[in-house]
Structure formats: structure tokens, C-alpha cells
């Protein structure tokens, strides 16, 4: 079973900076799309950004765009997300996950498998 590990959550104030990392056994680690998401309280769980195989082309949410960036290594089987200019609003959960095979470039929850547990991100004003 494929695993995934997120690390660097964490609180700041708005304005901040924090850098998600998520590493996972999945090989060949550059056969697979990686996303990130995100679930704040009382809500569902929402797509924030997808990078593609080898990384040269990501797409986000309305939300997100122009403050985080979703970056990968695929030597170290890793993705990042570096998140900049938080807002309180971005206070949640943020989860990665591999998609499936077949999912070349969808940010649609069902075409992911494998999730991670999460880290917590917390922005206060």
C-alpha cells in the first residue's frame, strides 16, 4: 500500500509563509500526478493544486493562485507546496495525494487515491 508522510504545518499570522512537504513510497514516483488539498472545519475536503509528472505544469484553485506554488522532486519522491501571503481562510488540513494511473491531469478528489494523514495549518490575524 502506498504511503504518504506531510510535514511543515504549523501556525503563522497572515501575511506568513509556511512550506508543506510530502514524501511517498509510490514508484516509479514520476509515473503519477500529486495533489494537494485541503479540509478547514465544519467543511469538505477541497482541491487547492496539481502538478503533473514530471512538474513542469501545475494549475490551482481560484482561491490559492499567485500565493502558493506546488513544486516536486521526483529524485527524492516528493512534493512541496510553498504557501505565501496566508490568509485566516487558509486555516485547515492540508493533505497530498497521488493520483491515479489513468489521472493525467485531473483535480477531481475521485481521480486520486492514497492519501496522506495531513498537516495542520493554522493563520491568525
Known amino acids: 500500500q502506498v504511503q504518504l508522510q506531510e510535514s511543515g504545518g504549523g501556525s503563522v499570522q497572515a501575511g506568513g509563509s509556511l512550506r508543506l512537504s510530502c514524501v511517498t513510497s509510490?514508484?516509479?514516483?514520476?509515473?503519477?500526478?500529486m495533489g494537494w488539498f485541503r479540509q478547514a472545519p465544519g467543511k469538505g475536503r477541497e482541491f487547492v493544486a496539481v502538478?503533473?509528472?514530471?512538474?513542469?505544469?501545475?494549475y490551482y484553485a481560484d482561491s490559492v493562485k499567485g500565493r502558493f506554488t506546488v513544486s516536486r522532486d521526483n529524485d527524492e519522491n516528493t512534493v512541496y507546496l510553498q504557501m505565501n501571503n496566508l490568509r485566516p481562510e487558509d486555516t485547515a488540513v492540508y493533505s497530498c495525494?497521488?493520483?491515479?494511473?489513468?489521472?493525467?491531469?485531473?483535480?477531481?478528489?475521485?481521480?486520486?487515491?492514497?492519501w496522506g494523514q495531513g498537516a495542520q495549518v493554522t493563520v491568525s490575524s
Open positions: 502538478i503533473n509528472r514530471g512538474g513542469g505544469t501545475a
Open positions: 509510490a514508484r516509479p514516483f514520476d509515473m503519477y500526478i
Open positions: 495525494a497521488i493520483g491515479q494511473l489513468l489521472n493525467f491531469f485531473s483535480p477531481a478528489q475521485s481521480k486520486f487515491d492514497s
